[in-house]
Structures are given as C-alpha cells and as structure tokens.
C-alpha cells in the first residue's frame, strides 16, 4: 500500500520535472514578449507581464517580421508540396519494386540525409550562382526537397507497403492507367501516411537555417529564422521583439505538435526503426 | 513482375533520385573536386589553379582547425551522452500508460519543434551576464557574482552543449521509445511473477531489448552532433577566442566569410569522412532491420 503511493509520487514528480525540462525554459523566454524592456531587464525578474504588446507591434512595424514570415510560408510551403509530390511517386514504387532492390535503394536515399550541410553547400550556392537562383524562392526550395525527402520517401514507402497490391490490380480491370490507379486508388487511402510525411517536411524547411543564411542574403527573400538569428537592435538588444518573433514562428510548430503529436511520433522512429 | 511493370516502377523514381543527385551527390564530389583547388571567391582574376593536396596539407598545420576538431569531439561526446541518459528517462515516462499522457509526450516534442535558431536566441537571453535568470537562480539578486556565460572561453562551449541537450533530448527519447514499444508486456508480467523488482526488470528485460534502439539513437545523434551549426553562429559566433568554433562553422567562415572556396572544402570533405563512417554504420543497421521486418 505504501509502496504503490511512493511508486505514483515519484512518477509524478518525473512527470512535472519532463514537463518544466521542455516548457519551462521557452515560456519564460516568450513572457519576455508581453513585457517591455525595463521588466525584461529587471533584477530580480518580474515573473507577471505587463501585457504589453508593443513588441509585436515594433516587430511587425519596425522590423517587417510579416515580410519574413511570408517568405517562409511560401518556401516551407513549396518545397513540402514538392516533396509529398516526388516521395509519393518515389515511396510507391519502392514498395512494389523486389524487396531486395528496394532495401539498397532506401539505403542509399538514407544515407543522402546523414550527409553534413557543409559538405554540400559551396557546390550547392556555386551552382545557384550560376543559375542565377540566388535570392530566389527557387534556390532554397530546391535545396530543401532534397534534404527533406530521404524522410518522405522512408515514411511513404513503409506506408504503401502495407497497401494490398489487389487495390491497384482492380482499379486497372476497371480500366484506370497505371498512375491514374495511383492517384484515384493508393494516394486517397494513404492520407495518414501522407499527413505525416507532410508535417516533417513543413517543420524542417520552415526551421532550417544554415542554407536560407547563404543562399538569401538579400534581406527581402530572407525567412524567419535567417531573420531571428540577424537581430539587431540600435543600441540593446531587443529582447522584447526577438521573443515576439520567436513567438509568431514557433506558434504554427507548437499547434501542430499539439494536434498532431502521434503522427510525428510514429512519424519519426519510421526513419529509424521501423520496418 | 514482368519487365514492363519494373521499367514502369524504376521511371517513378527518377524525379526523386534526380534532385538527389543533383543537390546532394554531385555537390559532394564536387566538393571533393573543389578542395583540390585554390578558389578564392572575391579574386576571380587569380582563376582556379590545380594545388594537389596543398589544402590537405595547409589544414594538418592550422592551429585552428585543429582546435576546431577538438572542440567538435568534445561538444559532440557530451551531448551525445546526457541526451541519451536524458532520452532513457523521457522515453519511460512517456511510454507509461497514464491519463495525461499525449498531453506530456506533446510537452516533450516541443523542444525538438522550435526552431534552433529560436532555442538559440532563448538561451542566449537565459544565459545573460546582466539580467539572465540562470544567473538570478544561481546568485540572486547579487548581480555583482554573475557569470558571463557566453563571453567565457570556459562557460561558453558548457553553455552551447547545454542548449543542445535540451534542444534534442526529446529526439533521443522518441527513437528510444519506438525500441521500448515493441517489448512486449508479458515479459515484465512473468518477471513480476516471479519476483523481480523495479531495477530487476529494467536490468534484465528493458535493458538488453532496447539496445538496438539505444544503438540507432547514439548513432544517429552522434552524426547530427557533427553539423551543429545555428547554435554556435547564434549564441557565439564561435568566440570567445574560438572557444565555440566547431567545424560547421568554420568552414562556413572560411568559405563564406573569409572566401577560400578551396580550403573551405578540404574541411568539409574531413568533417564529410567522419560523418559518412558513422553514416554507414547507422544505414547498415537500420537497413538489416528493415530486411528482417519485411520477411
């Protein structure tokens, strides 16, 4: 009896101190937002803010985070649906084609995402140069399929293997092409599938930061993250507009993350577990 | 399978396996191409002459890169270990069957969903000399024994690795998870039977079984360690006197800032071979699971 108390008083207190770990540190930093600066800098802290909301405003009027904002949505955007594009394609062949053949070629995708950015990036902003794709949304949409899909292809590729090969073959005796039976068929039924794949590559082309660094250095195209990192102030900080920033880009990621949580959870250990 | 039916499945992939190889194998030979020349971006006049492994050579002898290296290992042996052991904790709690549970694995994500750019800037105002409330837990309101954290050469790697452990601890726990997910619960019901207690069980049955997962995790995590980048650029800018300037970020700063296309990528191409001995390990392991699985 006393044991089984002690035993839930101790999950209990795991479970308030995973919760703090993960939360505690980003609501503080986003409470800065809804203070203003003489708060954000006071000793010892001021725990309540004042709900001032004037770093949103200056944020939004000063420092034109809309502009930014829009730049990510329309490249994380793009380059997802590019990606769910070619990895849906990618991901059904893969399931249908000899399991032998498939597994090398799944392993040779994998070992696309383990390359490090560095090594890739001098060719990678030569080439935009030469292009002329430098500062355009295309030059880092590009870019951000390719990193993004090994994890599409891996996660659709599972997903479509679990689909009967009868499905297909009837949609054909009804007289659908090959893709036709593809789109009408397979791709309706994988919508979780497809769901998840999706969310991942949302979330990493909308936090990537390194290549959007290079490749947009004209303030114009940059996204959020290039914007958040280059932050500057005229003679502080500006603590107060950096966390309404930080706030507006990670609200869509945490809404989802609430939403979604057990796609991304399952969602992710396929990449590296699942079979 | 008839033959039209391969031909038909191979053409699907050409689309996918086409970006691939022109936005992540081509730049990588070329990469190694590149890192046998001397390329300097803002002087096109002085052309792109052939030097051989002079670039190779140049880079044994540079005290900075070497202290890069080192600087690198060390950032990614210590995050690397506390994000398992962190993992190996998370990944019990939330594999526990309670009520709030989608509500605690939805807390643990969101870490791993902000923006490391974000988690950077946070950090870099927690770790404030003036005002951070890491120094106020710390010192309290005595402000006269705070620590610059990120403007000590001895703090500021500590500080980093910090941010990095709390950025990607939940990562660590989900890959865990998915091993802790397929021990099947009859295990610990006979083990219970039979009188095993708490660290018994976890000993003998969860231990052993989630090995490989743990495997995948350190390998895995151990690779994205090597590209830590946004943290340093944001927090440090690789200082004080390259305390924080890990290999990502040198190279960038060589390529990019200073303009030595050339010698940039001969570090790359290092920072590249270390990378793809763990990556082929990781590949190996993950790819012979997928095999078992689908016989």
């Known amino acids: 009896m006393m044991k089984g108390f002690l035993k839930k008083f101790l999950f209990i207190i795991g479970v308030f101190l995973a919760a703090g770990f993960s939360l505690a540190p980003f609501l503080w930093f986003v409470l800065s937002a809804f203070k203003d600066q003489t708060q954000i800098t006071a000793i010892p802290p001021q725990w309540l803010p004042s709900f001032s909301m004037e770093s949103f405003s200056s944020a ?57 950015q560095i090594a890739i990036v001098g060719p990678i902003w030569r080439f935009l140069r030469f292009m002329g794709w430098l500062n355009t949304y295309q030059g880092l949409i590009f870019p951000y399929v390719a990193l993004t899909l090994p994890l599409a292809v891996w996660i659709l590729a599972l997903f479509f293997r679990e689909m009967p090969e009868e499905l297909e073959a009837a949609a054909l005796v009804d007289g659908c092409t090959r ?18 794949a999706a969310i991942l590559s949302f979330i990493y082309a909308w936090n990537e930061f390194f290549l959007a660094l290079l490749i947009m250095t004209d303030p114009a195209r940059q996204t959020m993250p290039v914007g958040i990192a280059l932050f500057q102030g005229e003679h502080t900080i500006p603590w107060g507009e950096i966390a309404a920033a930080s706030f507006i880009t990670t609200a869509p990621l945490i809404f989802m993350v609430l939403l979604f949580q057990r796609r991304i959870v399952t969602g992710l250990s396929a990449g590296a577990i699942k079979g | 399978m008839t033959r039209k039916d391969q031909n038909f499945y191979l053409g699907l992939l050409v689309p996918a396996t086409a970006v691939l190889l022109l936005f992540i194998a081509a730049p990588i030979v070329h990469s190694i191409f590149l890192s046998f020349h001397r390329i300097i971006i803002g002087l096109p006049q002085l052309k792109t002459p052939f030097v051989g492994l002079d670039n190779y050579r140049e880079l044994l002898n540079d005290p900075v890169a070497r202290h890069s290296f080192w600087i690198t290992i060390i950032f990614v042996g210590t995050t690397t270990f506390f994000e398992l052991l962190i993992g190996i904790l998370l990944a019990l709690l939330i594999h526990h069957s309670f009520p709030g549970r989608g509500a605690l694995r939805a807390c643990v994500l969101i870490p791993w969903a902000i923006p ?92 052993p079984l989630i090995r490989p997962a743990l495997l995948v995790a350190l390998l895995f995590r151990t690779i994205d360690a090597f590209r830590v980048f946004d943290l340093a650029f944001v927090m440090t800018q690789g200082g004080p006197a390259d305390a924080t300037n890990v290999l990502q970020l040198y190279g960038y700063k060589k390529m990019f800032v200073e303009g030595w296309m050339g010698y ?25 699971r997928l095999l078992e699985a689908s016989v």
Not at chain 1, 91 to 97: I, K, M, Q
């Open chain 1, 60 to 116: 939004v009027t000063r420092y034109g985070i809309i502009h930014y904002l829009l730049n990510s949505a329309i490249v994380a955007g793009s380059a997802t649906v590019v990606t769910i594009t070619l990895g849906t394609v990618a991901g059904y062949a893969l399931a249908r084609l000899p399991r032998r053949w498939a597994q090398i070629i799944l392993m040779g995708i994998l070992a696309c995402a383990m390359f490090p």
């Open chain 1, 179 to 196: 893709l036709g039976s593809l789109v009408r068929v397979i791709v309706p039924l994988s919508a979780p599938g497809l769901f998840t």
């Open chain 2, 116 to 207: 490391t750019v974000v988690s950077a800037q946070m950090w870099r105002f927690l770790f404030n000399d003036a005002y951070g409330v890491i120094n106020y837990v710390i010192f309290g309101a005595n402000t006269s024994q705070y620590i610059p954290w990120l403007a000590l050469p001895s703090t500021a790697l500590l500080s980093i690795v910090a941010a990095d452990i709390w950025k990607t601890s939940s990562f660590a726990a989900l890959l865990i998870l998915a091993g802790l997910q397929v021990i099947p619960e009859e295990l610990y019901q006979a083990a219970k039977v039979d009188g095993a207690v708490v660290w018994q069980r976890f000993l003998h049955i969860t231990w």
């Open chain 2, 264 to 288: 940039g990528s001969a570090i790359s191409v290092c920072i590249f071979i270390m990378v793809m001995v763990l990556a082929i390990a990781y590949v190996r392991m993950v790819g012979r």
